[in-house]
């Protein structure tokens, strides 16, 4: 198929639900990029795979949510096309052909590989997890995306697949495309227990399909400033947790909350109020276009996608082969 826009790829490893920090780092800007680009939207189920090749069974449950988020998120399947990793065997066989000029101390040496190595624990990485970098250069080139648009932790991924183009077309043939990056507005969102970052597993996270009652309920417990006991205490927003989301997710607002807050007139309380009703007021039109797509509904998306998805992956496959010198019954 010929590119006629712009193409991007991205995509999220099932997991579990989409919180506000997967919205605001990368989902929201892939929502407004659908229109300008060719959207590519992977579901890397084998990577999940490579921190939780023990829980396959809870795989598909985690494929349906994802994709539930995506289109309440506002992913428009007429747009963008969503598709499952796994399915295109054409990626795994690139992935391969990578791994043969990829150095393990490279890999050994990525930011993202070695935090998330800490985070699960992992004393000795597995061969799987240690190369999903490789495996995600292939997910992107096989696509020849022109911009991947992640959240920050990306970017080393994205600049060693960048790496790979350009030692695969110096060393075959000028097949491959060089990504660009493209971060989000809110690069990393805090979590609701002031740590770093929004996270499923850290448990400090509000998601897209939560519903108002547990928005409020999750704001209500969110850390504040400790200094502040009384109402009328004053307040110090830079290390306020709900002052950072305010910044987020009510920005019109933000002058006056600092003022008020600063010469404690406002409580703790009221602040909280109001950013909830900030948020379930983003959230409100997920759940209503969550309503619109039943399970088979969703499988047909991913039927549709994945198919669509593989015959790109098809025709990039034979341009690397031709390239690499391996397609034998052609000579
Ligand atoms: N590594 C990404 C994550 O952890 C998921 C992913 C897999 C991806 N393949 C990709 C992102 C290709 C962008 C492009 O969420």
């Not at 990793?85 to 990626?91: D, T, V």
């Not at 030692?167 to 002031?194: C, M, Q, S, T």
Request: hydrophobic share 40%; proline share 5%; net charge negative.
């Amino acid at each position: 198929m010929p590119k006629i826009k712009k193409r991007i790829l991205t995509g999220d490893r099932p997991t579990g639900s989409l919180h506000l920090g997967h919205y605001v780092g990368s989902l929201k800007n892939r929502v407004k990029l659908q229109d300008e680009y060719e959207s590519y939207i992977i579901i890397a189920d084998v990577q999940a795979l490579t921190t939780h090749w023990e829980k396959g069974e809870s795989l598909y449950d985690s494929v349906m949510q994802i994709t539930s988020d995506y289109l309440a998120a506002g992913l428009d399947p007429n747009k963008a096309t969503i598709f499952i990793q796994s399915m295109i065997p054409e990626i795994h066989e690139l992935t391969m052909y990578f791994s043969m000029f990829t150095s393990v101390n490279v890999l050994r040496h990525n930011p993202t590989i070695k935090t998330e190595a800490a985070q699960h624990g992992f004393k000795d990485m597995t061969y799987g997890f240690l190369g999903y970098p490789v495996s995600q250069a292939a997910d992107i080139t096989i696509f020849k995306a022109d911009l991947v648009p992640v959240g920050e932790d990306q970017i080393p991924h994205i600049e060693f697949t960048r790496k790979i183009v350009r030692r695969f077309n110096e060393l075959y043939a000028p097949v491959l495309v060089e990504p660009e990056i493209i971060v989000g507005e809110i690069p990393r969102l805090i979590g609701l227990d002031g740590q770093a970052k929004m996270s499923k597993s850290l448990n400090n996270a509000i998601f897209l399909a939560d519903p108002p009652e547990v928005v409020n309920q999750k704001v209500w417990n969110a850390v504040t400033d400790p200094a502040r006991i009384r109402k009328n205490d004053p307040g110090h927003p830079e290390v306020c947790t709900v002052f950072t989301y305010h910044q987020v997710f009510n920005s019109a607002e933000v002058p006056e909350i600092e003022q008020d807050c600063r010469q404690g007139n406002i409580g703790c309380v009221a602040c909280k109020k109001n950013l909830a009703s900030k948020i379930n007021e983003l959230l409100a039109p997920m759940h209503e276009r969550r309503k619109n797509y039943s399970i088979s509904d969703i499988k047909d998306i991913l039927k549709t996608g994945t198919a669509k998805a593989h015959e790109v992956a098809i025709e990039t496959m034979q341009e690397v082969r031709e390239a690499m010198k391996i397609d034998y019954f052609k000579q």
